[in-house]
């Protein structure tokens, strides 16, 4: 296909020569080229400038898309995600609301044992239909890469099932995948305790599913009453010896120090971040000055479903950090992949102007997934994963718009995908 898209209202995140990322103050700069076009030929972007410039392409060799008052934004970047699981936690939800924390639910056999159990016994091929149902359904509300954790499984059996249900997916998703092996997510009740696990998951687990070809990433929950720091560290070091890099969940509910060591061992992303002191932040620019930065990645949607303070995503933009935002989908801490609503909580509750939310969600998303080759901007190319808005005088519609759909008309691969 080859298309011209006219008249674009705000043409966001499009340079001639894609940085890697942006971070600090170039977050408020990503680019938005007013009353724009865009060329699209195959599954590339292959031009864009003002419509001053427009090519005129003779009748019937294109296809011409109006855009008037719309704005093209690349699709979003989805870096963390629990995508693949069997059952929602509906159930349990419900004792939250009549009082019992996170914790007390999990102590309570629920939380991710619960998730465990119910995958343990799902069979293959369902818990690949759910899970492309689940994939399918965010495609069209315009993510377009998304990173998948396994984490569900805790037994060797069912984590491979786990990661081969995300290897099958990316031989079918429209979007490019990135698998994580979530080996360190909770302690299984067979085991003594945490470092017992962390052991199986090193000696039997991770180097299997690596020679299987199921790992893109190693993570870790470093958190109290799940992995402890000492077990994160053995986990890292087992993780780059085969060459891997980490993404830890870090900072959901107590700071133990694991982002001074996740930063140490090179990991690509530290998440959640939900409370951070000073030497975190310390620890994370250091890893900037280095080219190759532990990117911090927010998770709203969990902050707003658990009622837990939410990341200072001003306060790391004005450390000069590479702010992400990613969604955390998953059935007990955000039961929604809807990256709209991830950047509209970015705004609303992070302290995020529109454009700078719009980058965490987009550029700096595929670099946490080093995919920034391939995604996160209008870029002559890069893949075409984009999507038209509705009608809008400014991006701040966006937050300000607090239930109204966004994202009309999705493309993927050069492709109208919905819309
Ligand atoms: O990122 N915090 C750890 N893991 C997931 C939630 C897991 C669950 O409760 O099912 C998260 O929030
Ligand atoms: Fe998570």
């Not at 818990?127 to 509300?141: A, M």
């Not at 070091?237 to 980490?246: D, F, P, R, T």
Request: charged content about 20%; proline content about 5%.
């Amino acid at each position: 296909m080859r298309a011209l898209f006219k008249d674009i209202k705000g043409l966001v995140g499009c340079y001639e020569t894609s940085p890697n990322f942006v971070a600090g103050e170039e977050m408020k700069n990503f680019p938005v080229l007013e009353n724009a076009w865009m060329e699209v030929v195959g599954e590339k972007i292959t031009g864009f400038g003002p419509m001053s410039t427009c090519p005129k392409i003779p009748s019937g060799k294109a296809q011409t898309i109006s855009c008037a008052n719309r704005y093209i934004i690349p699709s979003w970047c989805d870096s963390h995600s629990h995508l693949v699981y069997a059952n929602d936690r509906a159930g349990e939800f419900l004792d939250r609301l009549r009082g019992l924390s996170y914790a007390e639910i999990a102590s309570k056999g629920g939380g991710i044992l619960n998730s465990a159990i119910a995958l343990q016994k799902l069979p293959e091929d369902e818990l690949f239909d759910r899970s492309l149902d689940r994939l399918l359904e965010i495609v069209r509300l315009g993510v377009g890469a998304l990173e998948i954790k396994s984490g569900y499984g805790l037994t060797l059996k069912a984590e491979r099932k786990m990661l081969r249900v995300i290897k099958r997916l990316k031989q079918v998703s429209p979007i490019p995948l990135r698998a994580t092996f979530l080996g360190c997510h909770a302690v299984p009740p067979e085991f003594e305790n945490s470092s017992d696990y962390t052991d199986h998951v090193i000696d039997d687990m991770l180097p299997q599913f690596v020679s299987e070809g199921l790992v893109d990433y190693v993570d870790a929950f470093c958190e109290t009453g799940y992995f402890s720091t000492e077990d994160t560290a053995r986990l890292m070091a087992a993780s780059s010896k085969l060459n891997i890099k980490c993404k830890v969940h870090v900072n959901q509910f107590n700071i133990l120090g694991a982002v001074n060591l996740c930063v140490s061992g090179g990991a690509l992303s530290v998440d959640h971040l939900e409370i951070i002191d000073d030497a975190d932040v310390s620890a994370l620019k250091e890893s900037l000055a280095s080219g190759s930065p532990t990117f911090p990645v927010a998770l709203p949607l969990c902050s707003h479903f658990l009622g837990l303070p939410y990341t200072p995503g001003r306060k790391l933009v004005d450390a000069g950090l590479p702010l992400t935002l990613a969604s955390d989908h998953n059935p007990g801490t955000s039961p929604s992949g809807d990256m709209t609503e991830v950047v509209r909580l970015g705004s609303l509750k992070m302290g995020l102007e529109p454009i700078e939310a719009i980058a965490a969600a987009t550029l700096n998303g595929a670099a946490a997934m080093e995919l920034q080759d391939q995604l996160g901007t209008i870029t002559p190319g890069k893949l075409a994963n984009f999507f038209v808005t509705r009608r809008m005088n400014g991006l701040e519609e966006i937050p300000y718009r607090l239930n109204d759909v966004v994202v009309e008309k999705v493309y993927v691969n050069g492709e109208h995908w919905v819309g």
